[in-house]
């Protein structure tokens, strides 16, 4: 005889799988199941972030943040000398030297690269505070006019 399993009172039932699930899981529309301790679901590496893999998500955050600014940092030592070697003795270098050939070589890893690892490096300040407050991502960050989910 097989005796069948009560949910705690502190349980809640899916809307949409219709299971029992303990405190602190949500239903992922993109994966179509229930997580516990749901954080996120990860476009990027499209896989839901949880407990499991919530601290490893903020180390690659926090790495490829770092490596973008590194890139920057390079970029911006290389755009130098490359201005720096063009320009004429006694001449501001960035006169004669910034043509299209700078804009299209420099560009990116003066511009994209950093303002993407900036971007990373805050995204990764958020998953911190919330992992710090015991909080999920999706209930901190909800659509306006749209309760967090539970």
Same mark, same amino acid.
């Given at each position: 005889m097989q005796v069948a399993r009560r949910p705690l009172p502190s349980w809640s039932a899916c809307e949409v799988c219709h299971i029992h699930r303990p405190p602190g899981s949500h239903h992922c529309r993109t994966c179509d199941v229930c997580t516990r301790d749901f954080d996120h679901h990860c476009g990027a590496l499209g896989t839901c972030i949880a407990s499991g893999n919530r601290? @490893?998500? @903020? =180390? =690659? =955050? +926090? +790495?490829? +943040? $770092? +490596?973008? =600014? $590194? @890139? #920057? #940092? $390079?970029s911006g030592l290389a755009a130098w000398q490359w201005v720096t070697r063009r320009a004429p003795a006694g001449t501001f270098p960035l006169g004669p030297a910034l043509s299209w050939q700078f804009v299209a070589t420099f560009f990116p890893g003066l511009v994209i690269f950093p303002a993407v690892g900036l971007c990373m490096l805050g995204f990764c300040g958020i998953q911190l505070l919330c992992l710090a407050q015991g909080r999920a991502m999706h209930t901190v960050v909800a659509a306006p006019g749209k309760r967090p989910a539970e």
């Amino acid at each position: 005889m097989q005796v069948a399993r009560r949910p705690l009172p502190s349980w809640s039932a899916c809307e949409v799988c219709h299971i029992h699930r303990p405190p602190g899981s949500h239903h992922c529309r993109t994966c179509d199941v229930c997580t516990r301790d749901f954080d996120h679901h990860c476009g990027a590496l499209g896989t839901c972030i949880a407990s499991g893999n919530r601290k @490893i998500f @903020i =180390l =690659l =955050l +926090a +790495a490829s +943040a $770092v +490596a973008n =600014l $590194v @890139i #920057g #940092g $390079v970029s911006g030592l290389a755009a130098w000398q490359w201005v720096t070697r063009r320009a004429p003795a006694g001449t501001f270098p960035l006169g004669p030297a910034l043509s299209w050939q700078f804009v299209a070589t420099f560009f990116p890893g003066l511009v994209i690269f950093p303002a993407v690892g900036l971007c990373m490096l805050g995204f990764c300040g958020i998953q911190l505070l919330c992992l710090a407050q015991g909080r999920a991502m999706h209930t901190v960050v909800a659509a306006p006019g749209k309760r967090p989910a539970e």
